[in-house]
């Protein structure tokens, strides 16, 4: 895989296709995202181990790829994606983080270990360059235990486990999704500034909500969580409903707007169930 | 279960259909049961779930939104949106272990005291049979 997309990228780099790809770049046994800029440079392009390209830069709003996309005005940028990536450039987009006209995707498949690894539903993007896509795994496995609970043994579930909180930030800051400038989660109105554990379960309520329409599943924010917190099981599970109650997939079409922002008209939905 | 709860409910009212519909049950002497925490809202729109959450995590033992009919709404499309966060947050209380019967959203016009008056305690006699909320501090 890795080999097919170095020559895809030597490709467009030499053909003058794009001005620079944005991917990982093996330095010292680990990878780290660098923008190759020379058809030579390409050789030292790497694929594993799986990092987010399109991340937000806290504390400003810009993503990575709108900061280089104002460095290099009306030129193309490759960037090398996983599924992940891809749905994250996507709904980066339609919140006019980036600019697609001018980014083109070099869309790679992931492997069964990695997907598994990732528990992602998805693991390919939507036009890869090769390679087979494999399986992804269903996400009612991620919380098909938790909604076998009754009420209240959830309640004490997300209790012990949201008051491991350390109030880091960084499931906000891993997540390619979070971007806005002023944070709910910093605000005095939500959560007391300086007090451990934060207030249960406003703190993390307002990323859950937030993620509902957003959530593109790259898993970053479980993977930064120093105290094991199982965020995934909610996003997943919130995933599953915008998929029932909207047909709503995020990171897919650039072209659909989130069903929240969209009127009843535009966006039909059946009547609000009060027994739900 | 205390036999003498009284459930304490905050209502977020539309200022344009669902507070008038109040004021109106009111002076029309409407029989309706005294829970509820009135606040105005300039739409239901406006009504973030984070107050909804905020609301019974500080004392409510359920919460009320009150908004236009669909097609009514004062600035065109806030009861839309409204529909749309209710039916994710729903969803959301439940996987956090608070029933979502705890939350419910009408559309109630000007004129409508009398349904008004009738959603109301039927909200009350829910939320007695659901108890005190368990996020509710002491």
């Given amino acids: 895989m890795e080999a097919q997309v170095r020559l895809r990228c030597k490709e467009l780099l030499s053909e003058k296709k794009v001005a620079a790809i944005w991917g990982l770049r093996e330095k010292d046994e680990c990878a780290v995202p660098f923008l190759f800029q020379n058809p030579e440079e390409i050789d030292a392009l790497t694929l594993s181990p799986k990092f987010p390209l399109s991340f937000t830069c806290r504390p400003s709003p810009e993503t990575i790829l709108s900061i280089l996309q104002k460095k290099m005005p009306g030129k193309r940028i490759g960037v090398v994606a996983r599924g992940c990536d891809e749905r994250a450039l996507i709904e980066l987009a339609k919140s006019e983080r980036v600019d697609l006209d001018f980014v083109e995707v070099i869309g790679f498949p992931c492997d069964q270990a990695q997907a598994e690894e990732c528990a992602c539903s998805r693991p390919f993007p939507q036009n890869p360059i090769g390679g087979n896509k494999v399986a992804g795994i269903p996400e009612e496995k991620a919380f098909q235990k938790l909604l076998a609970l009754e009420l209240k043994d959830r309640l004490k579930f997300w209790e012990a486990q949201l008051s491991k909180c350390i109030k880091c930030y960084g499931c906000r800051n891993a997540c390619p999704m979070c971007f806005c400038k002023e944070c709910r989660m910093e605000q005095s109105a939500y959560t007391e500034i300086g007090w451990l554990p934060p207030e249960f379960p406003l703190f993390q309520f307002v990323r859950f909500y937030h993620m509902s329409d957003h959530c593109i599943e790259c898993g970053e924010c479980e993977k930064a969580c120093p105290m094991d917190i199982p965020l995934r099981k909610i996003t997943k599970y919130l995933r599953s409903r915008m998929e029932e109650l909207f047909d709503y997939h995020p990171g897919l079409d650039v072209k659909r707007k989130s069903p929240i922002l969209t009127t009843v008209d535009e966006d039909p939905v059946k009547e609000l169930p009060h027994e739900l | ?138």
């Fill in chain 2, 1 to 138: 279960m205390n036999d003498n709860f009284e459930p304490r409910i905050v209502g977020f009212m539309c200022n344009w259909c669902t507070y008038v519909a109040a004021d109106m049950a009111g002076v029309a002497r409407l029989k309706q049961p005294p829970n509820m925490t009135a606040i105005r809202m300039m739409c239901s729109g406006a009504v973030s779930p984070l107050y909804v959450i905020s609301a019974l995590k500080k004392g409510a033992d359920g919460v009320f939104i009150g908004g236009c009919h669909i097609g009514d709404c004062h600035y065109q499309r806030g009861n839309h949106s409204t529909l749309k966060r209710i039916m994710i947050v729903k969803p959301l209380l439940e996987a956090l272990g608070i029933d979502s019967r705890r939350v419910r959203l009408e559309w109630i016009s000007a004129s409508e005291g009398v349904k008004y008056a009738k959603v109301i305690s039927e909200f009350v006699d829910q939320l007695k049979e659901l108890g005190p909320c368990p996020l509710r501090e002491a």
